[in-house]
Nanobody, 121 residues
Framework: VQLQASGGGLVQAGGSLRLSCAVSGLTTSDNVMNWFRQAPGEEREFVAGVVWREGKKRYADFVKDRFTIFRDSAKMTVDLQMNSLKPEDTAVYFC???????????????WGQGTQVTVSS
């Protein structure tokens, strides 16, 4: 699978951004599409995931109804709508595929390149 992320940028606290991940070359191992993020000096952490065929969604606790993951199987995209952004959301965001539901980076099959999100206070 190939994953191409876009949509990052600089936004003020309280603002919104929408990230998009273009998906191509899906295999039988790519059942779940995820967004992870990694802040400087921190480990890469799970943000949100969606089961590609079923559309079932799952979020990290820190999302708290601020982020929504969308998958469009016709357009072959997985978007992450981020609202009420906080400075602590500043990180490089990665889209990633996994064969099953994951909570850590250890279960990821493929990574896309990251896109920088910076939230100013």
């Amino acid at each position: 699978v190939q994953l191409q992320a876009s949509g990052g940028g600089l936004v003020q606290a309280g603002g919104s951004l929408r990230l998009s991940c273009a998906v191509s070359g899906l295999t039988t191992s790519d059942n779940v599409m995820n967004w992870f993020r990694q802040a400087p000096g921190e480990e890469r952490e799970f943000v949100a995931g969606v089961v590609w065929r079923e559309g079932k969604k799952r979020y990290a606790d820190f999302v708290k109804d601020r982020f929504t993951i969308f998958r469009d199987s016709a357009k072959m995209t997985v978007d992450l709508q981020m609202n009420s952004l906080k400075p602590e959301d500043t990180a490089v965001y990665f889209c990633a595929s996994s064969s099953g539901v994951v909570s850590t980076a250890a279960g990821v099959v493929s990574w896309g390149q990251g896109t920088q999100v910076t939230v100013s206070s």
